[in-house]
């Protein structure tokens, strides 16, 4: 046990979640209470919320779900390791992509766990990133050994799931991550070109460049990857399918 793990273990750790759902949200918070060395400070909604509230509560631990309304997970797991560097993020996500998981430790999360996550193993992850570790796909590292998993995983991916450093990589022009937004809400190329006043074969021109640019076969699978590494998100509209044309 080093220095840091004996004074935690006199200590709460401090913890607050971050998701847009309050059923969840709440479930968590009264599931984690029942632990004594967890003490939940705060819940949100919002990735803007939750930048805010880091300030005021700087919590040990933040559990982020890295899809949010409004500044998405990866924005905000950025941001808080640039504003309260000893704040651990936990990044969760519904789905699971390799590329993803660099994105979000190369943001600054320390830990990326899906939804699905055990409660044991999400309460010691809680534990190990208050403790100065990193977790990802259940392997715990510290500083030194998720350096050189970041520095093997950016070798390895080719230079498909490069970052700068400072923003997560998407390889859409604005206009197209416009257009794919309207295709995950599942609008057809006709509400689409209706909506940002420009013509369908315009849109069917975006589209090709999208599919090209992912490398995927149609705007289903462009959807699935947009939403599961959290550059976008799905609004509640009543929309068609998003296959179709």
Known sequence: MNEQER???SQKISVMIVDDHPMFRDGLQKW?????????VEQCDNGEAALRLAVQRKPDVVILDINLPQVNGLQVARQMKTDHSATA???LT???DDAQVLHAMKSGASAYCKKDITPDKLLQTIRDVANGYYVVNDQRMDEREV???LHAQVEGS???????GSEVYVPLSPREMEILKCVTNGLSNKEIARRLRISQQTVKNHMTSILKKLNVQDRTQAAVMALSRGWVRVE??????AANK
């Open 7 to 9: 004074w935690r273990t």
């Open 94 to 96: 519904a789905y699971h």
């Open 89 to 91: 993020v936990i990044m």
């Open 236 to 241: 509640n509209e009543n929309r068609g399918s």
């Open 158 to 164: 080719a230079g498909h799931v490069l970052t700068d």
């Open 147 to 149: 350096q050189s998993w």
């Open 32 to 40: 984690l209470e029942l632990e004594d060395d967890i003490a939940v």
